[in-house]
């Protein structure tokens, strides 16, 4: 073997010692019941919370867009043209978030990739909650700003650090999940809001877990009793929304930034029409039907209800068990009695707090929920 593959082989050996050597496991997923090693088994493995990437509309709308437009966009949206389903689709999204403008990027992880740095340089501040997702973190190291984590939630902590660094910076941004995606628990964006306009720092919420779900299906910046002030809101179309894509709704400024100076929208192929007519037309089944977007969270509590664990606040559920064998272990029960319920590992959450990630969607049987929450009680969180 050369060195390349002695490197990766001793890589892989020491993540199997630590159980946390990952493979892929081939999958077929239907809206609600997947396929895999021969079995079929209800998801709660899935963030499409709406069941929106097998809706018969939905699916009609990419088919429509890819029998008129194709399969590709072709090059860069500023190279190729802007195909005109991107200012609609940017429209609704800017509207939904009560914003000036939007912009759309190829996923939610080239948005803040592209965003951060777009805004931020080497000079200035970054704050960042300590369980923001793995983009956010990318999005600031490349920005090569000065990087400082506050403790989870702790509106307190990223004042103090405020308070301690704000002043040798020109620029700060405040940087954190909306709805946490390991955690599924909200940020405290109002009061995070306030704290970043006391120092004129920018806050950046990302609310890939948000939309569709919380805030009446607007996000978590319309979770609470009156609506934060989050200058850049930051999403993705992947979850709720059954597709694929990223996405920054902003002042038409900030926005006009984008399309001159972040990186990952410029130099990336924009996303294919149809990916976008499907976002455009679950926006629609959304504002069509709000009532609709209530349900993965409504189905979250009554399983947190019956399982005797604290309050769902998003459709996302953490049950930590500490280490990685504990999680895979009660994982693999949970397949046995027909659920997938997959086991999240470090380095995704923070070492010795392995878990396993109950993911709700709106179309979840009650009597199946009932069933894996009973199953939860009695014989993983005993
Ligand atoms: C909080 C959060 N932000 C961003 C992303 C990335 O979004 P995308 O899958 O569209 O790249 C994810 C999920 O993967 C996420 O959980």
Not at 69 to 91: D, K, Q, Y
Request: glycine share 10%.
């Amino acid at each position: 073997m050369d060195s390349l593959d002695d490197f990766a082989a001793a890589k892989l050996a020491a993540l199997d010692r630590g159980g946390l050597r990952r493979a892929l496991a081939e999958t077929a997923r239907g809206p609600l019941y997947v396929e895999r090693n021969g079995r079929r088994l209800l998801s709660f493995s899935c963030n499409d919370y709406l069941n929106l990437a097998q809706h018969p509309q939905i699916k009609a709308a990419a088919v429509a867009a890819i029998e008129r437009w194709g399969v590709g966009s072709g090059a860069s949206r500023l190279v190729t043209g802007n195909h005109p389903l991107f200012a609609e689709l940017e429209a609704r999204l800017a509207r939904l978030k009560d914003t000036e403008a939007a912009c759309v990027f190829g996923s939610g992880f080239l948005a803040n990739a592209g965003i951060i740095p777009a805004l931020i340089g080497p000079d200035d501040l970054v704050l960042l909650d300590e369980l923001s997702h793995a983009c956010l973190w990318a999005g600031a190291r490349l920005s090569r700003a000065a990087v400082r984590a506050f403790r989870h939630n702790d509106v307190g902590h990223a004042a103090d650090l405020l308070r301690a660094h704000r002043g040798r910076h020109p620029r700060a941004l405040i940087a954190t999940d909306g709805v946490f995606s390991m955690d599924g628990d909200l940020a405290p964006l109002v009061e995070l809001g306030r704290l970043a306009r006391r120092h004129d720092a920018w806050l950046l919420s990302d609310d890939a877990h948000g939309i569709g779900v919380v805030g009446g299906g607007r996000g978590s910046t319309f979770a609470g009793p009156e609506p934060a002030d989050v200058p850049l809101q930051m999403g993705t179309l992947s979850k709720a929304i059954g597709g694929y894509g990223g996405y920054l709704c902003a002042s038409r400024p900030v926005i006009d930034l984008m399309t001159n100076r972040a990186r990952t929208l410029i130099y990336s192929t924009g996303l294919p029409p149809a990916t976008v007519a499907a976002a455009i037309a679950a926006l629609d089944l959304i504002a069509r039907d709000p009532e609709y977007a209530t349900r993965p969270l409504a189905k979250a509590k009554a399983f947190t209800r019956r399982a005797g664990l604290p309050e769902a606040q998003s459709a996302i559920v953490p049950i930590v068990l500490g280490s990685a064998a504990a999680a895979l272990a009660a994982s693999r029960r949970l397949e046995a009695d027909g659920f997938l319920v997959v086991a999240i590992r470090p380095p995704t959450v923070p070492d010795g707090t392995a878990r396993l990630r109950v993911a709700f969607t709106a179309g979840h049987p009650d009597d199946e929920i009932e069933r894996l929450a009973d199953l939860v009680r009695e014989r993983v969180h005993a």
